[in-house]
Every structure is written in structure tokens, then in C-alpha cells.
């Protein structure tokens, strides 16, 4: 089953997942920004991958399942 789409993110708890790939940091720093102060997100959890080569470890898994929307950050 899937998850009703959010209607918006103000207030709402965001995951930012850095893959650990180059400039993924660098996008999330921005992105993290731009959330706290133009959408007005009500908290960031930032986790990291420690490869892009595998799947994200349980413990990462297990974090992102206490917010209410993950993105994802992909770059090079």
C-alpha cells in the first residue's frame, strides 16, 4: 500500500540522505536551507550512506522511517 502524497512539507519532519557520491553534501547543505527557511520544514534528519555501492545499512533505514517525507541526494 502506498502512503497518501503530503500536501506540503511546512512543518512536517524531512530525511535528507546523502549517498555518499561527490557534491551530494553540497546539495543537501543548500537543500536543508532552503527548507528551513523558505518552506518552513518543522525538522531535518540528515543521514549518510557510507557507499553508493550498497543499500542503505538497517540503522539508516530504521531513522528515515520516523519522518514524514526522504530526499534523496544523487550528484557527482
Request: hydrophobic share 45%; net charge positive.
Amino acid at each position: 500500500m502506498t502512503p497518501a502524497r503530503l500536501r506540503g512539507l511546512k512543518g512536517r519532519t524531512v530525511g535528507l540522505m546523502d549517498i555518499s557520491k561527490a557534491g551530494g553534501s553540497f546539495f543537501l547543505d543548500r537543500l536543508e536551507h532552503l527548507l528551513r527557511e523558505q518552506v518552513q520544514v518543522g525538522n531535518v534528519v540528515r543521514v549518510s550512506k557510507p557507499t553508493f555501492a550498497k543499500p542503505a545499512p538497517h540503522n539508516i533505514i530504521r531513522q528515515l522511517q520516523t519522518v514524514d517525507a526522504v530526499i534523496e541526494a544523487l550528484a557527482d
